[in-house]
């Protein structure tokens, strides 16, 4: 069964760091397009990060620096970690896992079958 689920989010100061994990089942083994979307108040949701199966991953020129994509995986649970560093206010986003089970081939702009329900970053100045 494909389930994924955010956790991590939470509020820190202007400069501080938030490590947020995605735990996605049913994608242990396969091919697979997955990463963090996000999501503030009035504005269009965005690609922060993919990851490819093949390794190669695509930030969004917004976080290039500072954020950083890693993963593990357990039995048939792959887990994506996010580790954002020198948050800034305009870094305030509802983040969301996304996943499905094929290459990524449209960077930041591949459309995801398989969502979780979001955790929420807010970053105080």
């Known amino acids: 069964q494909v389930q994924l689920v955010e956790s991590g989010g939470g509020s820190v100061q202007d400069g501080g760091s938030l490590r947020l994990a995605c735990e996605a089942s049913?994608?242990?083994?396969?091919?697979?397009?997955m990463g963090w979307f996000r999501q503030a108040p009035g504005k269009e949701r965005e690609g922060v990060v993919l990851i490819d199966s093949d390794g190669s991953a695509t930030y969004a020129d917004s976080v290039k620096g500072r954020f950083t994509l890693s993963q593990d995986i357990a039995k048939n649970i792959r887990t994506l970690y996010l580790e954002m560093n020198s948050l800034k206010p305009e870094d305030t986003a509802m983040y969301y896992c996304?996943?499905?089970?094929?290459?990524?081939?449209?960077?930041?702009?591949?459309?995801?079958?398989?969502w979780g329900q979001g955790t929420q970053v807010t970053v105080s100045s």
């Open positions: 996304a996943a499905d089970f094929f290459h990524c081939l449209d960077g930041l702009g591949n459309i995801l079958g398989y």
């Open positions: 049913g994608f242990g083994y396969s091919s697979y397009c």
